[in-house]
């Protein structure tokens, strides 16, 4: 991948209204990207290569934004059209490597992984994790932040730890983890995959899938994104051999940070079939 950025003088003083107004325009051969006049950008999906240009300014003071805009999602879109396939999940690591964490929209993912995070478990992403087509268990961070709404934000006791973004038509907050994201962080092994169940219910809980329901379940996350970067039929099947659970009860977040937390701390190959 061919990444050429130019930084501009100026720029000073961004509104915060325009930090939030991202316009993309996706076509058959490439992706175009502006945020106001302070930053653009586009992605040749063929020749693999993204043209920039920033404000000085917008660097300055929102050098996470910079980021995210200009390396880490075109870095996976163009990686989602060669190598990897996009599934929409959060993933969390510890000491043996990663869990992948499933739920349809508004399942509790970000909410989860937030948790997860504040209790000192690493992150990869809460919405979207990319995974190696020869290689189902190697994993890579898409965007490597997490987003909540206001009242998980308050329940979780991050309201300092937040700024504002925007995902769809909500307004959220963002857990920005940029300043920490080196390479050896975006990068984990799958020890486990977990499916969002019922919240309620009682204390947390995880229960072994066999195939057939693994995969029968797994196909309720399911967004557009996953089709458009080609086999999430063939990651699913490979994850239904092992390391596969339903996950029940995680509004009891406490004991659900500490089942995930037992997962990531027991490599794969020491689990029971």
Known sequence: MDFAIEVLLGGDGVP??????????????????????HLRARIDWVGARLDGRVSAGLVAQHPSLVARLLLETPAALLLARRGYGVVHAGAIAG????????????????????????????????ETVLVARSDPDELLSAVRDVTLLPDATHLLGLEDAVTMARAGTEAKLRLDLSSS????????????????????????????????TFLEQFRQGEIPQERWSGTPAHIAANWSRSGAYRLSGAADLTGAVALLTDLTNRPLAARPA
């Open 95 to 126: 000491p043996a490597g990663a869990v992948v964490v499933r739920g349809a929209a508004g399942a509790g993912k970000s909410t989860l992984v937030a948790a997860a995070h504040r209790s000192g478990l690493g992150v990869l992403g809460d």
């Open 181 to 212: 994201s080196t390479p050896a962080v975006r990068r984990a092994r799958r020890v486990a995959t977990v499916l969002l169940g019922s919240r309620n219910g009682g204390a947390a809980r995880l229960e072994p899938l066999a195939p057939a």
């Open 16 to 37: 915060a209204e325009e930090l939030l107004a991202e316009r993309w325009s996706i076509g058959t051969g490439d992706a175009e990207l502006s945020v106001g006049d």
